[in-house]
């Protein structure tokens, strides 16, 4: 029985396909690729960091400022002051006497004196403490007076004539005058230990 529908036709039409798939590949893709589109922009610049800004420089004083005493003004050195005591007297058990001081030049002191005696031949044989605390300021245009008095010498006989000083620190600033006390005129012992050597506070005169 022969097939009426004739020759067969797939061989042509796959024939057909390998054609159109050729062509097509030639051609490249059916969508069209848009041209590239020029840069209106000029060339990229490359980002600045900020720096930040630096403090202005600390100025340094040419010079620290000087320091002085408590009292605002600079310490008495035993070069600025001159002291010097009165008549020496006697009272019930001691002998007393007052010392007078001037200052050269503005300066501070200890309010209570500190005082000592020295023999003739130079030795410390007494020490006395301050009488209490604080500061003054001295000024040239006045004087001071502090009323002195030594009690219960129980020692020896010391070599006389004896020396009054007037202590700053490490300096000494002897006290002219007579003797203090005055050579056979020591106080009597009254009690067993050192001698009482003690002054009043610095108390601005004329």
Known sequence: MHDR??????PVAALFLVVVAAFL??????TPTAPPVESTTGPSTPAITAVPSLPP????????????????????TAADLKASHGLVEGAAGSRITEVVLVTASACSIDTFPTLGIRDAGGAAIVGGIAGGSGRMDLSPDVSYTSE???????????????????RLGAEEKPVTGSSFP?????PPCNSTGAPVLEAGAWTPGS
């Open 5 to 10: 529908r004739g020759p067969d036709s797939r």
């Open 57 to 76: 420089p600390t100025t340094v004083p040419a010079t620290a400022p000087t320091s002085t005493a408590a009292a605002g003004t600079p310490a008495c």
């Open 25 to 30: 590949a030639a051609c490249g893709p059916l």
């Open 182 to 186: 005055e050579e056979g005129d020591l």
């Open 148 to 166: 002195v008095r030594i009690a219960n010498w129980c020692a020896p006989d010391p070599s006389f004539p004896l020396t009054l000083e007037l």
